[in-house]
């Protein structure tokens, strides 16, 4: 059984920073790709950023660019996601998930991701 487990969100005020954390565990994380997505009250759940498995590729939402970085420790099973300059649209559940396919069309859709974690709260203050 996979699970995942998000940690690292909070209340902050709008320009400052937050590092999202998720734990992953039940299969073989260096082989599998890893995704953040988001979801704000009434809106559709969006893609953020995704990470291969190597994590030579990564891909990030235009929204996003330039501000916030995923990454990755294979050694330690855990992806991150760094936010800097945080805007009260950034407020929202962010989710981490993990598929077995990855290009820079497959990355920002939540169909091929086939495991989330429950997701922690963001929520930047004006």
């Known amino acids: 059984q996979v699970q995942l487990v998000e940690s690292g969100g909070g209340l902050v005020q709008t320009g400052g920073s937050l590092r999202l954390s998720c734990a992953a565990s039940?299969?073989?994380?260096?082989?599998?790709?890893m995704g953040w997505f988001r979801q704000a009250p009434g809106k559709e759940r969006e893609f953020v950023a995704a990470?291969?498995?190597?994590?030579?590729?990564?891909n990030y939402a235009d929204s996003v660019k330039g501000r916030f970085t995923i990454s990755r420790d294979n050694a330690k099973n855990m992806v991150y996601l760094q936010m800097n300059n945080l805007k009260p649209e950034d407020t929202a559940v962010y989710y981490c998930?993990?598929?077995?396919?990855?290009?820079?069309?497959?990355?920002?859709?939540?169909?091929?991701?086939?495991?989330w974690g429950q997701g922690t709260q963001v929520t930047v203050s004006s």
């Open positions: 990470i291969s498995s190597s994590g030579r590729s990564t």
């Open positions: 039940g299969r073989t994380f260096s082989s599998y790709h």
């Open positions: 998930a993990t598929t077995s396919q990855y290009s820079d069309s497959l990355a920002m859709r939540t169909r091929p991701y086939d495991y």
